[in-house]
């Protein structure tokens, strides 16, 4: 089936999920980067009128990509705001720190929990709920909102910098794969579990964030990177991104999400050469 991409070429962009919108897939190429990306809220979010829970960020400068994808857990409160607040303050952190590492990472997630505590203590509850539902939603208010994450750059070679780098970080169960020349890789199996997540109360849960870094080491490769959260879990099935870009074609027709989907789902698809 023929892919069907609302397709630009800026040089430079940067795109981020409004959480209330249905994004139809959707293609950006720069002169280094092709980006793929397509989000949308549960069909039952979108009836609710409420927020989805996920978050996807994408953007471009020149040789270096940054991304995140969250996905807040549906159990905590504000799942869609622990989200948000995370993964829009994580993509600022890719974009102005120079020199990424873990510990540094670690102790960003660390000096967000103040604000993000204060912050989620400061959300109203509306005043016309029945009292039982909103004692209920004060106790989940004081264990706190949590999500899932995985978050990346990209650093391409250029003038200055003749090798490349590809630094990754997670907690959580957001789908990560990769391919170069078509082989797919496997990234650090076993680390993707839903027990690891970030919490306004607590910053990391479930031990330190895993962070992954590699270097390119060799030249006229086609590398791509693709993430996704379980919304979206029946690619996990497939084998190679054709029959994936496939699939979400038939869910996304003519601009108009047309298939079911019963969770908040984002997906983002990077490619590159060196």
Same mark, same amino acid.
């Given at each position: 089936?023929?892919?069907?991409?609302?397709?630009?070429?800026?040089?430079?962009?940067?795109?981020?999920?409004?959480? $209330?919108?249905?994004?139809?897939?959707?293609?950006?190429?720069t002169s280094r980067f092709t980006c793929r990306?397509?989000?949308?809220?549960?069909?039952?979010?979108?009836?609710?009128?409420?927020?989805?829970?996920?978050?996807?960020?994408? /953007?471009?400068? /020149?040789?270096?990509?940054?991304?995140?994808?969250?996905?807040?857990?549906?159990?905590?409160?504000?799942?869609?705001?622990?989200?948000?607040?995370? !993964?829009?303050?994580?993509? $600022? #952190?890719?974009?102005?720190?120079?020199?990424?590492?873990?510990?540094?990472?670690?102790?960003?997630?660390?000096?967000?929990?103040?604000?993000?505590?204060?912050?989620?203590?400061?959300?109203?509850?509306?005043?016309?709920m029945p009292l039982l539902l909103k004692d209920?939603?004060?106790?989940?208010?004081?264990?706190?909102?949590?999500?899932?994450?995985?978050?990346?750059?990209?650093?391409?070679?250029?003038? !200055?910098?003749?090798?490349?780098?590809?630094?990754?970080?997670?907690? !959580?169960?957001?789908?990560?794969?990769? #391919?170069?020349? $078509?082989?797919?890789?496997?990234?650090?199996? !076993?680390?993707?579990?839903?027990?690891?997540?970030?919490?306004?109360?607590?910053?990391?849960? /479930?031990?330190?964030?895993?962070?992954?870094?590699?270097?390119?080491?060799?030249?006229?490769?086609?590398?791509?990177?693709?993430?996704?959260?379980?919304?979206?879990?029946?690619?996990?099935?497939?084998?190679?991104?054709?029959?994936?870009?496939s699939i979400l074609n038939r869910i996304f027709? $003519?601009?108009?999400?047309?298939?079911?989907?019963?969770?908040?789902?984002?997906?983002?698809?990077?490619?590159?050469?060196?």
């Amino acid at each position: 089936m023929k892919s069907k991409f609302t397709r630009t070429v800026p040089s430079d962009f940067e795109w981020t999920s409004h959480q $209330n919108y249905v994004y139809p897939l959707s293609e950006k190429v720069t002169s280094r980067f092709t980006c793929r990306y397509t989000y949308s809220p549960s069909d039952e979010t979108i009836e609710s009128g409420e927020a989805s829970q996920d978050f996807l960020a994408v /953007g471009v400068e /020149g040789h270096t990509c940054r991304f995140v994808i969250c996905d807040g857990v549906s159990l905590s409160y504000r799942g869609d705001f622990a989200a948000s607040f995370l !993964g829009q303050r994580m993509f $600022n #952190w890719l974009g102005h720190t120079k020199e990424l590492s873990g510990q540094g990472f670690e102790q960003f997630l660390c000096d967000l929990v103040p604000d993000a505590s204060e912050t989620v203590d400061n959300l109203e509850i509306p005043s016309d709920m029945p009292l039982l539902l909103k004692d209920v939603l004060e106790e989940k208010r004081s264990r706190g909102a949590e999500t899932m994450y995985l978050c990346g750059r990209i650093d391409l070679p250029e003038p !200055g910098r003749t090798q490349g780098r590809i630094w990754l970080a997670w907690q !959580g169960d957001c789908r990560l794969r990769r #391919w170069v020349d $078509n082989e797919e890789l496997i990234t650090e199996p !076993g680390s993707f579990v839903t027990k690891e997540r970030w919490s306004v109360r607590h910053g990391a849960v /479930g031990g330190s964030p895993h962070v992954y870094t590699e270097d390119f080491t060799q030249q006229n490769e086609k590398h791509r990177i693709m993430i996704y959260t379980d919304g979206f879990k029946i690619l996990d099935r497939c084998e190679d991104p054709p029959e994936m870009i496939s699939i979400l074609n038939r869910i996304f027709v $003519n601009q108009a999400k047309e298939a079911h989907l019963e969770d908040d789902a984002s997906w983002l698809e990077l490619s590159w050469d060196t």
